[in-house]
């Protein structure tokens, strides 16, 4: 069964703490996304990877960056985290260009105090 | 960025009930996607629709793309309670990896 695994439900950080959110997939797949997720707004685009050491810019990359050096895993960090990146954030990853399904993982809810 | 809005953002009803969620852009899509996520859960795809005009059913639930595949709406006929959730829909142009995401309808199902 396919499975995108993300390794914190819950944080809980202070301002100016550096953050790491990992995310791992079991399908093999090429292509990973993080993205937010906030009433009202839907889901936005952070960062998107189709390939090993590959990374492309989202709809709002700002204060984020990611690394992916596994094709399984993909993270997301927050340099210096600050109030306004408490959210909900998802990981997802998907196959070849052929299918257009995107798994999510659970999701991990940070909140920054 | 390539925006898509939702209607209604809230939506409560009885069991039994029908309803209908619409998805609007003014851009064009390669394919519309409709998700729903659950509580404490990630997005899970109920279906895609890639051709202006299309119509999919899915048990109860029927989707529709616009013909201008600018637009789509999903309908739920004898709304159950386990179909609460909040329902999103996603314009994509799958080949460049870009999928742009509704701001959501959240639909609670009253028993």
């Known amino acids: 069964d396919v499975k995108v695994t993300q390794s914190s439900r819950y944080l809980v950080k202070r301002t100016g703490e550096k953050v790491f959110l990992e995310c791992v997939q079991d399908m093999d797949h090429e292509n990973m996304f993080w993205y937010r997720q906030d009433p009202g707004l839907g889901l936005r685009l952070i960062y998107f990877?189709?390939?090993?050491?590959?990374?492309e810019k989202g709809d709002i990359p700002e204060g984020y960056s990611v690394s992916r050096e596994k094709k399984e895993r993909f993270s997301l960090i927050l340099e210096s985290a600050s109030t306004n990146q408490t959210s909900m954030y998802l990981c997802a990853s998907r196959g070849t260009p052929l299918i257009w399904e995107l798994f999510f993982g659970e999701g991990s809810r940070l909140t920054v105090l | 960025t390539q925006l898509l809005e939702q209607s209604p953002q809230f939506l409560s009803i009885q069991e039994g009930e029908n309803l209908t969620v619409y998805c609007n852009s003014s851009s064009v899509f390669s394919s519309l996607q409709w998700y729903r996520q659950e509580p404490g859960e990630g997005p899970v795809l109920l279906v895609t629709?890639?051709?202006?005009?299309e119509v999919k059913k899915l048990k109860r639930l029927t989707f529709q793309f616009g013909d201008a595949r600018k637009d789509s709406s999903l309908h739920i006929t004898a709304a159950q309670p386990g179909d609460t959730g909040l329902y999103l829909c996603a314009g994509g142009h799958p080949a460049g990896n870009q999928f742009y995401f509704g701001t959501g309808t959240s639909l609670t199902v009253i028993p």
């Open positions: 990877s189709y390939d090993v050491k590959m990374k």
């Open positions: 629709v890639v051709t202006g005009g």
